[in-house]
């Protein structure tokens, strides 16, 4: 392998990207076989869970770290059983499912742009007999959201940058009534849509934020079966950047 990097240095980093990338495979497919394809952990603890993820990395949701600086906030989502959730760049369905397990009462309602990850949230809701709790949508627009007006609503958002034009209170006037949770997308050098959701909900809403924290080997102390802390780090790492943070916004009770 020497004799590779220093001959052909191209070809050389292309394998060792190759092959950290099946490396990572197996970590994730050990994962899924240990966890017997639950997750083991975290406030969606005992969901069952299908074998791919859309636009995140799937060994997390299955440990039950997956953005673990969200857990209190979801706690108290939980806690206060809202009859509507509306779950916005829903994915595969990791929210939508395990807030209608947790919250048998609610109806969901999750929204997806890509064809695939709609396909795979049917999956994953049928999995888990939630037919019936959650509607799978395309496309949630201005209308969209003011057709809920009136409802008491939990808004989940995660939509890669796009909540600094959907999120806006002077468009979709109901957004004013919903307790909102929010994946800020401004990156580590940027707080654009940080203060444009300050001025729009500090006066209606109490705020309060949560920045990604990283992950190490020690968020995956229950799984022991990982072996080398390589392995722990790589099954918790959500292949994120520094500078993502969360948004939970509660409706102020007198504004």
Not at 48 to 57: D, K, L, P, T, V
Not at 226 to 248: C, P, S, Y
Request: aromatic share 10%; glycine share 8%.
């Amino acid at each position: 392998m020497s004799i590779l990097k220093r001959a052909f240095p191209r070809t050389y980093l292309q394998l060792k990207k190759a092959a950290g990338h099946l490396y990572l495979n197996e970590v994730e497919q050990l994962t899924l076989e240990r966890c017997q394809a639950r997750v083991i952990d975290g406030p969606f603890k005992g969901m069952r869970y299908i074998s791919e993820a859309n636009c995140s990395a799937l060994a997390p949701k299955l440990l039950g770290t997956y953005e673990k600086e969200l857990h209190g906030f979801i706690a108290e989502i939980i806690a206060r059983k809202y009859p509507n959730v509306i779950d916005i760049g829903s994915a595969e369905g990791y929210y939508a499912a395990g807030l209608g397990l947790t919250m048998p009462d609610c109806k969901v309602h999750a929204f997806d742009i890509d064809p695939a990850a709609r396909k795979n949230s049917a999956k994953l809701y049928a999995l888990n007999g939630l037919d019936h709790v959650i509607t799978i949508h395309g496309e949630c627009s201005f209308k969209t959201l003011d057709s809920f007006g009136g409802h008491s609503c939990i808004v989940i958002c995660d939509i890669e940058g796009a909540e600094l034009q959907l999120l806006d209170p002077s468009a979709a006037p109901s957004l004013r009534g919903f307790d909102i949770l929010v994946e800020i997308h401004d990156g580590a050098h940027s707080t654009v849509i940080h203060n444009a959701m300050v001025e729009r909900f500090s006066s209606t809403h109490d705020l309060t934020f949560a920045k990604y924290a990283g992950r190490d080997a020690s968020d995956a102390t229950h799984a022991p079966w990982l072996g080398h802390a390589r392995n722990k780090a790589m099954a918790v790492d959500e292949q994120r950047t520094f500078g993502i943070e969360w948004g939970f916004f509660k409706v102020k009770t007198n504004p």
